[in-house]
């Protein structure tokens, strides 16, 4: 009987505690949204340097307050944010790599009146109803979701670390590694500085493991480790017709319209089933028997996915979503011609424009795969110049394509049977008791490359932030289920040994 009760007591001590830490883990999720709110006022559109530079004073006081010493990096575009704590040596380090600035906003887009103005919602029968955000002070919804520019994509992350540091500070909880915080100024513009800077600061940023997070878990909410990011190239097409806009009565039949120029250059990049036509795009790919059984554990309903995005068949350039993945590919971003709608004109346009990106594999090469974009078009018989065709072209030359390039992203990819899986796959598996989806490579891109080819360190993303957020869209959300679990995941991965 005497042991009887001892157990019981144990069981009931153990449930009080889990009670008192989820109360407490609550309250600082609460503060996380209030700190989050603050962060977000401040604009971020990645193209103002004055929104930048206003978020690195922020970043500099916050970072500053819990003990980091901090310092911008200069670079030949943005400062990136540089934080990090006294080092010892007798410790691993870990790097941490996330960005603040955001995507553009329009505002006519949003269901809120100002994106930089953080609103609390709740859902009612598929409805979005805002909140009072100082209910949060008396009631508190796991469903209910914060709305506003970079609340997942990347500020709340950050946000969530901030708090996860700052609570094992204040309970007097000894760190199990070194830390040190690199924060992107300039990841929605793709990083153009970031190679150089990673080089220029290699001794400072030096690091055993890379841990980024941004992007989102998997949609079934479990947690997850991504061990890769594909890489982005960019490409602007122009096709031109009359040197200005003409009457399509006067002069249809007998003008040639870039439209259709345009057109025959696109399809001749795709099959009908979405596999690029350009020789050489997918050489140096092999999927071994391994990997493609691997791939197939990732969990997606297929059927639903197409239902949601109202698709019949996907393209099949790979067997499985996860495997269409580990390919390059090749999309037409955006179009633009004359006028469309109500402004729509009975013209022959002067000239067409496609935008296309092409996102890259380890395996594939930036530069190569334009070459050979180049190259294709060429072998289709289009003229091709990389400045606006001259009087004499235009008159020597039929199907003249202007291809200009942007930079290039390289991707990235660590093997997932690295050393520092298993300790991260058992910190996360706290959070769920379950199992922890892996992921080979991500389909977006995130600037991670110039920090593993230079640092010679592995780079794993732990993401924080719901798979539904709109980021870069309008009405970009968090869900607050994902603060509490981005600040359980920080509070573990901060004070668990790593183990390799």
């Not at 992007?215 to 602007?236: C, M, N, W, Y």
């Amino acid at each position: 009987m005497k042991k009887f009760s001892v157990l019981l007591l144990m069981l009931c001590s153990t449930y009080v505690f889990s009670q008192i830490k989820e109360v407490v883990l609550q309250a600082k999720a609460v503060k996380t949204l209030y700190d989050l709110k603050e962060f977000i006022s401040l604009p971020n559109d990645a193209t103002k340097p004055d929104d930048i530079s206003i978020n690195l004073r922020w970043l500099t006081k916050r970072f500053g307050e819990l003990g980091f010493n901090t310092i911008l990096l200069e670079s030949e575009t943005t400062p990136s944010f540089f934080a990090t704590l006294p080092i010892k040596p007798e410790l691993p380090t870990v790097l941490f790599y996330m960005h603040f600035d955001g995507q553009a906003v329009d505002k006519a887009k949003w269901d809120q009146k100002n994106p930089y103005e953080m609103v609390l919602k709740s859902n009612t029968d598929g409805r979005w109803n805002t909140l009072s955000f100082d209910t949060l002070k008396t009631q508190f919804d796991k469903k209910w979701r914060v709305f506003g520019r970079s609340v997942s994509d990347d500020k709340g992350p950050i946000v969530m670390f901030l708090n996860a540091f700052e609570w094992i500070k204040k309970e007097n909880v000894p760190l199990a590694f070194n830390i040190k915080v690199i924060l992107d100024g300039e990841e929605e513009q793709g990083s153009p500085s970031l190679a150089n800077l990673v080089k220029t600061y290699k001794e400072l940023l030096e690091a055993d493991l890379l841990i980024i997070n941004d992007g989102p878990v998997h949609d079934s909410h479990q947690p997850t480790l991504v061990f890769g990011a594909r890489g982005i190239s960019e490409v602007k097409l122009t096709t031109y017709g009359p040197n200005k806009p003409l009457h399509s009565g006067h002069y249809g039949n007998y003008i040639p319209n870039p439209n259709f120029i345009m057109a025959r250059a696109l399809a001749s990049l795709k099959d009908k089933n979405g596999k690029v036509l350009i020789e050489g795009f997918y050489d140096g790919i092999i999927l071994d028997d391994n990997t493609k059984a691997f791939l197939k554990e990732f969990p997606v309903n297929q059927a639903k996915m197409l239902a949601d995005l109202g698709i019949a068949k996907p393209e099949t350039v790979g067997e499985t979503y996860q495997e269409s993945l580990q390919f390059p590919s090749l999309n037409v971003r955006g179009m633009q011609s004359a006028w469309v709608g109500d402004q729509a004109r009975t013209v022959i346009p002067d000239k067409t424009i496609a935008e296309i990106d092409l996102r890259l594999v380890p395996e594939s090469d930036g530069k190569r795969l334009l070459e050979l974009f180049k190259k294709h078009l060429q072998n289709q018989g289009f003229y091709v110049t990389e400045n606006d065709p001259t009087a004499e072209e235009r008159q020597k030359f039929l199907d003249i394509i202007r291809f200009e390039t942007g930079g290039i992203m390289p991707a990235f990819r660590t093997p997932i049977n690295n050393p520092y899986t298993s300790w991260l796959t058992q910190i996360l598996s706290q959070n769920s008791g379950g199992k922890v989806i892996k992921v080979r490579i991500s389909g977006g891109t995130v600037p991670i490359a110039p920090f593993v080819n230079e640092l010679k360190i592995p780079a794993i993303t732990v993401p924080m932030v719901n798979a539904d957020n709109n980021q870069h869209s309008p009405n970009e959300n968090l869900e607050l289920k994902q603060v509490l679990y981005g600040l359980k995941t920080f509070y573990n991965l901060f004070t668990t040994p790593i183990q390799n």
